[in-house]
Nanobody, 115 residues
Framework: QVQLVESGGGSVQPGGSLRLFCAAS????????MGWYRQNSGKQRELVAV???????NYADSVKGRFTISSDNAKNTVYLQMNSLKFEDTAVYYC?????????WGQGTLVTVSS
């Protein structure tokens, strides 16, 4: 089994920055790729930034140029650096792990952008 634990969420003013962390543990050899999604109340969960199985990155158009996904394989950790945050970035952010037969989700971490 794989476990995902996110951290790093919080409250920030517009224009500010936050860095999210996702640590994977357990049977990490079963993970094909990892990434970040988010969900705001009343909306569907949406892709934010992910690594593909070939190591490329995909970003939502709304975060391109502002967010950066990275990883430290030695620490089995994926990061999401979020800069120039906007009100509309407010959401619960979920770490994801592609296990081949579906996505595994972390518990989520809340990011609130408000003045």
């Amino acid at each position: 089994q794989v476990q995902l634990v996110e951290s790093g969420g919080g409250s920030v003013q517009p224009g500010g920055s936050l860095r999210l962390f996702c640590a994977a543990s357990g049977s990490i050899f079963t993970i094909n790729a990892m990434g970040w999604y988010r969900q705001n109340s009343g909306k569907q969960r949406e892709l934010v930034a992910v690594f593909t199985s070939t190591g490329r990155t995909n970003y939502a158009d709304s975060v391109k140029g502002r967010f950066t996904i990275s990883s430290d394989n030695a620490k089995n950790t994926v990061y999401l650096q979020m800069n120039s945050l906007k009100f509309e970035d407010t959401a619960v952010y979920y770490c994801s792990a592609d296990l081949g037969d579906g996505l595994l989700w972390g518990q989520g971490t809340l990011v609130t952008v408000s003045s």
